[in-house]
């Protein structure tokens, strides 16, 4: 992508976010891939909602490229999902209220709910709370990089990574409705019926709904 139309598509999906409850205030943080070892992420201070066009710094993996703007202090995590993980096109940082909720919770994902789910959820991970910006979460979200797409980062919000910032948006989106439907159950007392396993297997794998993802070995 070069990166004209990465900022575009990057504010858009910025402004999709808080138009759609997936991002609030000023919290979050997003970048798309420009190049093997280049990408384009928000500038320390932006709101998503109205990101302009000078709110972007592009940064190679070793440095950002321009001195104008800082880059998200939250930019390490960023960087490792780029560098763990080639295939990977944009990556959404955000705290939409129910998955952040359940973000502070011991609740299991399931992935066998329902269409979108089972896609998108196939793979969702744990990363433990260390504050944001840190290497230490730099390090702890590239250690479970390629064991999903998800990555809860307990007490403190979602990443989201795909192939392309509309793929990372609909997991985003998915994500958050998952959780919604997991916390509206319980407060309203209805057990959620689950789709078998071999069921869960067979969509993946036949259905064609999407390729089947190749995750990393
Ligand atoms: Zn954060």
Not at 140 to 163: P, Q, S
Request: hydrophobic share 35%.
């Amino acid at each position: 992508m070069d990166s004209n139309e990465a900022r575009r598509g990057l504010q858009s999906a910025g402004r999709y976010m808080l138009d759609n409850n997936l991002a609030w205030g000023n919290a979050g943080n997003i970048s798309a891939r420009l190049g093997p070892d280049r990408y384009l992420i928000t500038a320390s201070g932006t709101r998503l909602g109205e990101l302009q066009d000078d709110d972007f710094v592009e940064c190679s993996f070793a440095a950002p490229l321009s001195k104008d703007r800082k880059p998200s202090k939250e930019t390490p995590m960023h960087r490792a999902i780029y560098e763990q993980r080639p295939e990977i096109g944009a990556v959404l940082h955000a705290s939409p209220f129910y998955s952040t909720l359940v973000a502070c919770t011991e609740i299991d994902l399931p992935a066998d709910l329902f269409v979108e789910d089972m896609y998108y959820l196939e793979r969702a991970e744990h990363v433990s709370y260390f504050h944001p910006g840190s290497p230490e979460l730099g390090e702890a979200v590239r250690a479970k990089a390629g064991r999903a797409n998800i990555l809860f980062l307990d007490n403190h919000g979602e990443l989201v990574y795909d192939t392309s910032i509309r793929e990372a948006l609909m997991g985003l989106q998915t994500l958050e409705m998952v959780c919604r439907m997991i916390v509206t159950a319980r407060s309203a007392g209805l057990e959620l019926r689950s789709l078998p396993a071999f069921t869960v297997s067979d969509f993946l794998e036949k259905s064609g709904y999407r390729p089947r993802r190749e995750w990393p070995q």
